[in-house]
């Protein structure tokens, strides 16, 4: 059973940073996608990076060169990191990490998401 988590998020000032964290345990495949995603108040989920197997990685127009997507894997856990840069208020919403087998599109596994607010 493939289970994703993430952690990491929480409260902070306009031009600060944090980093978020994501697990995927009981991936049973070698490749994968694994993505970063915000739903913002009152707006639709959106993609931010997204970062697959081979080590290729994508960011949205809006968080690119402020968030840094990362991987890691050990003992059959994959883990993906997002490092938040000069984040603003506009970057206030509910981060959710997910994992797909093929490409990243229609992800198969979603974690619960984690509160990000961003204050000025």
């Known amino acids: 059973q493939v289970t994703v988590a993430e952690s990491g998020g929480g409260s902070v000032q306009a031009g600060g940073s944090l980093r978020l964290s994501c697990t995927a345990s009981g991936w049973p495949y070698s490749s994968y996608c694994m993505a970063w995603f915000r739903q913002a108040p009152g707006k639709e989920r959106a993609m931010l990076a997204s970062i697959d197997s081979d080590g290729d990685n994508m960011y949205a127009d809006s968080v690119k060169g402020r968030f840094t997507i990362s991987q890691g894997n050990a003992d059959k856990v994959l883990y993906v990191y997002l490092q938040m840069n000069k984040l603003t208020i506009e970057d206030t919403g509910t981060y959710y990490c997910?994992?797909?087998?093929w490409g990243c599109g229609a992800m198969d596994y979603w974690g619960k998401g984690t509160q990000v607010t961003v204050s000025s």
């Open positions: 997910a994992i797909e087998r």
